[in-house]
């Protein structure tokens, strides 16, 4: 089977760009490119789409990713339990940030801005980290 770069795309819950930027950075090439210049993947390609989406969900960078992929005596488990590492240690240094003291014109400044207090994107890392964790709980179990 063959998908073209769209079917691949819509089938992965990704761009057609952001796999002509993997294309371009070698960590995902397609089976082949036609003559018009269309990319075109196969079921290797799709695994290895799938496997890489599934590492990019959990935070691991593109360059780990394809050099876990691309190793020969890749285990899958030894990354897992790795990235969940350092997740757990991200977390630990956030938890122990003291969330900085606004002054009141800084608090004003965030409101009319609408942004985001920075004590409220440290919890939300938090909070994604933890989610994180327990998908790797969840993957490690079986």
């Given at each position: 089977m063959e998908y073209s770069i769209q079917e691949c795309s819509?089938?992965?819950g990704v761009t057609t760009r952001t796999l002509r930027w993997y294309d371009k950075i070698?960590?995902?090439k397609p089976s082949r490119t036609a003559?018009?210049?269309y990319r075109y993947y196969g079921l290797a390609e799709v695994n290895r789409l799938q496997n890489l989406l599934f590492y990019?969900?959990?935070?691991?960078?593109?360059a780990q990713i394809k050099e876990c992929l691309d190793s020969l005596s890749f285990d899958r488990l030894?990354?897992?339990r790795?990235?969940?590492?350092?997740l757990e240690s991200e977390q630990t240094w956030l938890k122990h940030l003291n969330p900085?003291?606004?002054k009141k014109g800084m608090s004003l400044y965030v409101m009319k801005r609408n942004l985001k207090p920075l004590s409220e994107i440290l919890w939300n890392r938090v909070r994604t980290?933890?989610?994180r964790k327990r998908v790797f709980c969840m993957v490690m179990s079986k």
């Open positions: 819509q089938l992965a070698n960590l995902l003559e018009s210049g990019y969900v959990l935070g691991v960078e593109l030894t990354a897992l790795t990235h969940l590492t350092a900085l003291k606004q980290i933890m989610e």
